[in-house]
Every structure is written in C-alpha cells, then in structure tokens.
C-alpha cells in the first residue's frame, strides 16, 4: 500500500491543523493505521492509531484530548486533527499501515508494527 500524507504547514500556538493520509493499492481495511511523529534530533514517537473499522483508537499520552484520529474508509484516508497545537508539537508526522498479524491493543505504539509509511508531512508550531 502507498500513503501520501498532506496537511502541515505553520501555525500557532493554541491553533489548529488537520493532516490526512491517503491509501492507495491495497484495500484500505485491510490495515490498521497510525501516525507517529519525529522532532528534529529525536527519535520517532508515537501519536495515535485507529483499528480497521475506526471503532478503537490509542492516543500518546503527550496528545490525548487534543488530537483525533478517524478513517474514512469508502475514501482510502485516515485523519489527525490537532488541537491547541504547542510548540513541542514541531515535528515531521508520519502516516503508516500495519497488517493486522497480531492486536493492536498490544502493538499500536511500536514503530516496528508498521509494515508501510508515507514520505511525512511538516507541522510547525510557532509560539
């Protein structure tokens, strides 16, 4: 499956933005889907993930009640709508699709789980 994710962009602090990811090749359902995110210098980091029928989400600690994440999947794309954005929410985001071999209640947060991952969208937080 191919994902190209789109959405970032600059904006401040206490603002908002929405980044999709669009699936294509694959049948979407197929997948279970997450966004991870990587500030420059650190590791990648997990932000959310969303079962295949959207019904089950996990969100990082860092972004629960700000963040949501949501599918459509007669349109092939998973959303992250970002709330309250700060300044340490600077990073590239990452779309990425995992083959449900094993649950996602005990791998949502593992980079490792993920079988695909789009090319990254930028999101800047200024303050």
């Known amino acids: 499956v191919q994902l190209q994710a789109s959405g970032g962009g600059l904006v401040q602090a206490g603002g908002s933005l929405r980044l999709s990811c669009a699936a294509s090749?694959?049948?979407?359902?197929?997948?279970?889907m997450g966004w991870f995110r990587q500030a420059l210098g650190k590791e990648h980091e997990f932000v959310a993930a969303i079962s295949r029928s959207g019904d089950t989400v996990y969100y990082a600690d860092s972004v629960e009640g700000r963040f949501t994440v949501s599918r459509d999947n007669a349109k092939n794309t998973v959303f992250l709508q970002m709330t309250s954005l700060k300044p340490e929410d600077t990073a590239v985001y990452y779309c990425a699709a995992a083959i449900p071999r094993t649950s996602l209640r005990h791998n949502y947060h593992n980079r490792g789980y993920y079988d695909y991952w789009g090319q990254g969208t930028l999101v800047t937080v200024s303050s």
């Open positions: 090749g694959q049948t979407f359902t197929n997948y279970y």
